[in-house]
């Protein structure tokens, strides 16, 4: 048995090591008192129960019973090894205080009685080792010590009724060594064989588990030490057998309980140790709680608030005080009132719940998080409080949608591509046919028509350039030229129209020139279709009666702006000015190329187009390009327009 336990104790850490190691202990002490027994027995000649290696076979006895306070099934614990040991020992102390007592002070069980009260005594351990066994049998069932208990239920309780038969056999004087009497003693070491060998390794890390509180565990460890002056000292009273064996009792008692009040201080002392560390690992945890940008809170069973770090606090807009007279679903946004059900019903079946919800700010705007929450129990398995651990999952959704948008521009660009190249073919064919057709003398109607012909398959050709434009992003042709001739060039094709309109042109350009590396019809283009936009949504809407187009320099780089005080582009629309397709106008009015053609064209000369924010009516676009330092001497300096 002890082999066993000394090569699978490598495998064992913690309360874990700690029960087996008592075991052993147990186990060697019955081994030390039974070759007493059987030197005195053999060698002497002499066969007495009343001597020391009684106490030790006894105190080896009752081993099991004490290692069963350490509760291997409720974890290794390695932490509280330090408390449980001093507890064993002091029940040790206890039980050897006891059977030195009684059975080396003769006078105490004197004559043929002093047998039979050893028996007694030795019978009332095995029934409380059977006990302790089944109980823990009991209690451990749905762990993994199940089976190690329940070979220990089986060792203690065969042993206790082969005991009965041994010792009713040692009554009538018919009991000899080497007999099948001697089963009484070998059946049990057989199945604690059989229990260290099913005992389960000791897992990386242990469950935690709630201990009880402190003041529990100093009494636990109290209550043998009391008890040995009580007993010692109340027996020397009740039952005095003469000075000599009295000095022995009282000496005895005396040592004992020094002995037990060290134990108990040092008890003490580990309880202090331990109180230290749970306070510095609460300080470490509470530290990185409130460091982590996680968002981490703690509720109590019925959803309101024990506490919030620092985190969830400045992203909800509210303070500890005020968290704490709400309740979880206030903080939520409308739809998820039925949440809490749910989390309840994820946590009773799977221990865990994962999922999104949108938490309201106390300003009233919200934000999506992602959440796991897990439930604290109490030692009867009840839940007193939930953790819920959060994270903004704001800029990735919108990283999402960047990417699901990107992807489908990769679509609509094949597509457009495939489309224009068939759209293409029969148009130059439709061209040349015309053009032939002209060549021919026809008469004026004739001629009209196939001028009209040829100007609609022109305007066709025009499309189908805009979609491979849209699509290849790209031209080789650029060479440094100056915004500010852009603006000029686009003002002095729009002014006239702007006027008959009576929409006002405001220009303003900067003073020196703004010299970029780009393709100038490309750049026009842009600006053109920007004007063009803002006199569409005037025209359209009846409402605004100005445009302003400025050109100015910032950080290293060249901008345009083009801003109208029309009817502006509302909120729900602005995540989608450039998709391509898209567009607000009637049927037959527009394509929705436009602004996408422009963004992929101010992307591939690295510069950007983006709507900016305006807090008056009206929408602004701003053309942002890289500058060109090395053009400024072949830029010329450009005239003041009016």
Not at 34 to 60: A, M, P
Not at 132 to 159: F, Q
């Amino acid at each position: 048995m002890c082999a066993i336990i000394l090569r699978r104790r490598r495998a064992w850490r913690g309360c874990h090591r700690l029960f087996w190691d008592t075991f052993a202990i147990g186990l060697g002490l019955w081994v030390i008192g039974h070759l007493g027994w059987t030197f005195e027995d053999l060698i002497l000649g002499r066969q007495s129960w009343v001597r020391w290696h009684t106490v030790f076979s006894l105190c080896g006895g009752i081993g099991p019973l004490i290692a069963l306070l350490a509760r291997p099934h409720r974890g290794v614990r390695s932490e509280a090894v330090g408390s449980v040991g001093v507890v064993l020992a002091s029940y040790g102390l206890l039980a050897v205080f006891i059977y030195s007592y009684f059975i080396l002070v003769p006078a105490l069980t004197p004559g043929r009685d002093e047998q039979i009260n050893l028996l007694k005594l030795i019978q009332l351990n095995r029934a409380l080792l059977f006990v302790a066994a089944l109980s823990a049998m009991i209690v451990a069932r749905r762990t993994a010590w199940l089976t190690t208990y329940r070979w220990l239920a089986i060792a203690t309780g065969v042993g206790f009724f082969l005991r009965i038969v041994t010792s009713m056999a040692i009554v009538r004087g018919a009991y000899q060594s080497g007999t099948l009497y001697d089963l009484a003693w070998l059946v049990p070491f057989v199945c604690y064989g059989a229990a260290a060998i099913a005992a389960p390794d000791s897992p990386a890390e242990s469950e935690i588990i709630e201990a009880p509180t402190a003041p529990l565990h100093v009494l636990v460890s109290a209550v043998p030490v009391f008890m040995i002056p009580f007993i010692g000292y109340g027996a020397l009273y009740v039952q005095p057998v003469g000075a000599a064996d009295d000095s022995f009792r009282a000496l005895l008692t005396s040592v004992m309980t020094v002995a037990g009040l060290g134990l108990l201080t040092l008890r003490l002392a580990a309880q202090g140790g331990e109180l230290e560390r749970a306070g510095a690992r609460m300080r470490l945890l509470a530290a990185a709680t409130e460091q982590t940008g996680d968002l981490i809170l703690i509720t109590r069973a019925d959803g309101t608030f024990e506490h919030a770090n620092e985190a969830f606090v400045r992203a909800l807009g509210y303070s500890r005080e005020q968290l704490a007279r709400l309740d979880y679903i206030h903080l939520l946004e409308r739809g998820f009132d039925s949440i809490g059900a749910q989390i309840a019903s994820a946590i009773r079946d799977r221990g865990i719940w994962r999922g999104s919800v949108v938490r309201k700010r106390r300003d009233g705007t919200t934000f999506p998080v992602s959440c796991t929450v897990v439930a604290l129990r109490d030692p009867a398995g009840s839940i007193t409080h939930y953790v819920d651990v959060e994270r903004d999952t704001t800029d990735e959704l919108k990283l999402r949608d960047q990417l699901v948008h990107s992807e489908r521009l990769s679509a609509i660009g094949e597509l457009v591509a495939g489309v224009a190249h068939e759209i293409n073919n029969p148009l130059q064919t439709i061209v040349g046919s015309v053009e032939l057709m002209m060549d021919e003398r026809n008469s004026p109607s004739v001629q009209r028509d196939l001028e009209v012909v040829r100007r609609e398959a022109a305007r066709a050709g025009q499309i189908v350039r805009n979609l491979l434009s849209f699509v290849r992003r790209s031209t080789p042709d650029r060479r440094p030229i100056d915004l500010n001739d852009v603006v000029r060039a686009v003002v002095q094709l729009r002014e006239f129209h702007l006027q008959q309109n009576n929409v006002a042109l405001a220009v303003e350009v900067h003073q020196a020139p703004l010299p970029v590396l780009a393709n100038r019809e490309e750049i026009q283009q842009i600006v053109l279709n920007l004007v063009l936009n803002s006199e569409q949504a005037i025209e359209g809407s009846g409402r605004g009666t100005r445009i302003s187009i400025r050109s100015y320099t910032e950080a290293g780089r060249h901008a345009i702006e083009v801003s109208d005080d029309g009817p502006g582009i509302g909120p729900e629309i602005r995540g989608r000015v450039f998709e391509p397709f898209f567009t607000t106008k009637d049927v037959g009015q527009g394509t929705g190329l436009g602004l996408s053609i422009s963004h992929g064209i101010a992307a591939a000369h690295g510069g950007s187009l983006e709507l900016c924010q305006t807090q008056e009516r009206g929408a602004c676009f701003r053309l942002t390009l890289p500058a060109h330092a090395e053009g400024l001497k072949s830029v010329r300096r450009p005239t003041a327009v009016a």
